[in-house]
């Protein structure tokens, strides 16, 4: 008997008729024998509704009373869910995050989780009841309740799994396992059987969506093994775990193709080469909470520099703005912006013991008359910057220059 956790997204549980499906996959496992912890999400669309009134409500609407707002929409799931095992015969009891004591920070609307109380869950667990918990919450010290922001309910399983030693924490949502990249750009994209933490943490920076970047993060942190699996098909899925259990030396040097198509370029040309010059760029944008990706300086025959970055498309009006302030002070020539670019990095452990990998990527953009812009890597991913109109055929020259679409799986 193994003790599992279960997370369902919004668009498992989106209708009653979905969450009765999702009661019956419960009640297979406990058939089984086995321990089963649910954490559910809002349906989906219920989120945004609950946002929409509030903004009805206030422009700008206060944090602590959002919180008790977007809260609601698991406490109706988690109730549907358990009176649809209790239909079929199974006892379950609901908790929200606050009844389970989930104690995280008072940071309204993105709180971290600090510690969780496992008592009454073991006990609910020794009884025979399944344990379905409100995903995306929890409560600060002082009894307010708190969320953990847009996929929190992925963090709240996770937790959960390494609070309770579960031995798997099992992801459900609408695809069936991760990808070597997304299907919708490559039809011949194949599931991966097994994937690293670190390889995961890197796609879901780089711009895979199947999990939240937070929940794998955590996972890593406490060895959870996560598995992400579809809720309305049979399969395997993608188990996700440490290094050493996926045999890295006989992995290919690529694991997977990630792409963002949501970044923007920001270039200040003409600063001067001075000591602290990057610093004072840099900081006046991320004093703003603009997040910075790749960076890129070069030094011109001049004595001058031109810096170039990226940030979030929607952040591009804002840092224009900022460092045309900067440019003034520095007697920088100009700022200039591009929002038609886009990201595509190849990732993989792999790359620790596979020499050319950057130059055989390279080439296959070459290859297709790809021009890069930009370059950033790390010890299992290089990224480039591209013009964004070739970002689908840069990824399928990528998937096919590694082989990601061989052979079938093993």
């Keep these: 008997m193994a003790l599992f956790v279960h997370k369902y997204g919004g668009t498992s549980v989106g209708t009653t008729d979905k969450i009765k499906a999702v009661a019956k996959k419960v009640a297979k496992f406990r058939d089984d024998g086995h321990d089963i912890v649910v954490v559910v ?3 989906s669309g219920e989120t945004n509704r609950l946002i929409g009134l509030a ?7 206060d944090n602590r009373e959002m919180d008790v707002l977007v809260s609601t929409g698991e406490q109706v799931t988690i109730a549907l869910l358990c009176m649809a095992l209790k239909d079929l015969g199974y006892d379950a009891r609901s908790y929200t995050g606050g009844q389970v004591r989930i104690l995280t920070d008072d940071s309204h609307t993105k709180a971290r989780i600090q510690e969780i109380d496992v008592e009454r869950m073991k006990g609910d667990l020794s009884a025979g009841r399944v344990v379905v918990v409100a995903g995306f919450q929890g409560v600060d010290e002082h009894g307010n309740i708190t969320t953990l922001g847009r996929g929190g309910s992925d963090t709240t399983g996770v937790a959960l799994a390494a609070a309770l030693k579960a031995d798997e924490c099992q992801i459900y949502t609408d695809v069936d396992g991760v990808y070597t990249t997304d299907p919708r750009v490559v039809d011949s994209a194949r599931r991966l059987e097994r994937i690293t933490f670190e390889e995961m943490l890197e ?3 780089l711009g895979s969506k199947v999990l939240q970047i937070r929940s794998v993060e955590f996972a890593g942190k406490y060895n959870v093994p996560l598995r992400v699996l579809s809720s309305f098909e049979d399969g395997p899925g993608t188990l996700i775990s440490l290094d050493e259990e996926a045999k890295t030396m006989e992995q290919a040097a690529v694991s997977g193709i990630a792409f963002n198509r949501d970044e923007a370029k920001v270039s200040i040309l003409g600063v001067p080469d001075a000591p602290g010059v990057a610093s004072t760029v840099l900081s006046a944008v991320g004093d703003a909470n603009i997040e910075i990706d790749v960076i ?11 810096i170039t970055f990226t940030v979030h498309r929607n ?4 840092a224009k703005a900022i460092l045309e302030g900067v440019a003034l002070e520095l007697g920088a020539r100009e700022v200039s912006t591009d929002a038609k670019i886009a990201k595509v ?5 792999g790359m620790r013991s596979h020499a050319g990998v950057a130059s055989k ?7 297709e008359n790809i021009n890069i812009q930009m370059i950033t890597t790390s010890e299992i991913k290089i990224s480039v910057i591209i013009d964004e109109r070739y970002l689908e055929l840069a990824v399928r ?12 799986e093993a």
């Design 296 to 306: 890129v300086q070069n030094v011109a025959a001049d004595n001058t520099n031109d």
């Design 397 to 408: 020259a990528l998937h096919s220059a590694f082989d990601l679409d061989a052979k079938s």
């Design 361 to 367: 990527m390279f080439k296959a953009l070459a290859a």
């Design 41 to 43: 999400s809002a349906m």
């Design 315 to 318: 952040d591009v009006d804002k």
């Design 55 to 61: 903004q009805e409500m206030q422009e700008k609407p």
């Design 203 to 205: 796609m879901a920076s």
């Design 345 to 349: 990095s190849i990732v993989g452990v």
